[in-house]
């Protein structure tokens, strides 16, 4: 298994573009996440999903989109780009066992410029 | 709304002591915690972790305590070796969202 990959691993954006942050996993998890990470912090909660066709906004939504049209794919869309957006971003995947989550596993991470 | 933080943003220690990083939690439903490594440049790793209904637990060279009294989450690496050398979060969630929320982090150096 690959596990949780992400594309690209690094763009410059200019403010006003827009882009698709790719997330797959190959692991057959129902649940995946978005977060961002800033520097020196932890990571925050963007949008995140609990199966094909069913999404949900975490704690910084404002400005990105998803959706999730089949289970292995996870994209993350940037309509306009600020550079507030500047950022790492993570792409996590989990799975059910026994009626609990387990643990999110985690991709490598895109690092997103927006000049 | 509520977070996990840390104590310490730092943490120097010497290869072969054993290292303690402390992190509170105030979200007194949170009932599924984690403790991830980040090394530069890569997504956090799994490490250990523990739901509510323990106090401890224990994996290869590293063991997760949990005092709901205070809310305090610990993690204890046994004999640093110099891959241990990162920054170590914890998150806290409860089951009914997977929401993970993320504490600031620990950057751990380890001494020669």
């Known amino acids: 298994n690959a596990g949780v990959t992400q594309t690209p691993k690094f763009q410059v954006l200019k403010t006003g573009q827009s882009m698709t942050l790719q997330c797959a996993q190959d692991m057959n998890h129902e649940y995946m996440s978005w977060y961002r990470q800033d520097p020196g912090m932890g990571l925050r909660l963007i949008h995140y999903s609990v199966g094909a066709g069913i999404t949900d906004q975490g704690e910084v939504p404002n400005g990105y989109n998803v959706s999730r049209s089949t289970t292995e794919d996870f994209p993350l869309r940037l309509l306009s780009a600020a550079p507030s957006q500047t950022s790492v971003y993570f792409c996590?995947?989990?799975?059910?066992?026994?009626?609990?989550?387990?643990?999110?596993?985690f991709g490598p991470g895109t690092r997103l410029l927006v000049l | 709304g509520e977070s996990v933080g840390l104590h310490l943003p730092t943490l120097s220690v010497q290869e072969g002591d054993n290292s303690i990083i402390n992190c509170a939690y105030s979200?007194?439903?949170?009932?599924?915690f984690i403790w991830y490594k980040q090394e530069s440049g890569k997504g956090p790793q799994f490490i250990i972790d523990?739901?509510?209904?323990?106090d401890k637990r224990q994996g290869q060279r590293v063991t997760v305590l949990l005092n709901k009294t205070v809310k305090h989450l610990s993690l204890q690496i046994a004999a640093t070796q110099p891959g241990d050398s990162a920054v170590y979060f914890c998150?806290?969630?409860?089951?009914?969202?997977?929401?993970?929320?993320f504490g600031q982090g620990t950057r751990l150096t380890i001494n020669p």
């Open positions: 996590a995947s989990s799975y059910l066992r026994t009626g609990q989550w387990e643990t999110q596993y």
């Open positions: 523990i739901r509510s209904n323990m």
């Open positions: 998150a806290e969630t409860y089951q009914g969202a997977q929401k993970l929320v």
């Open positions: 979200n007194s439903a949170s009932d599924y």
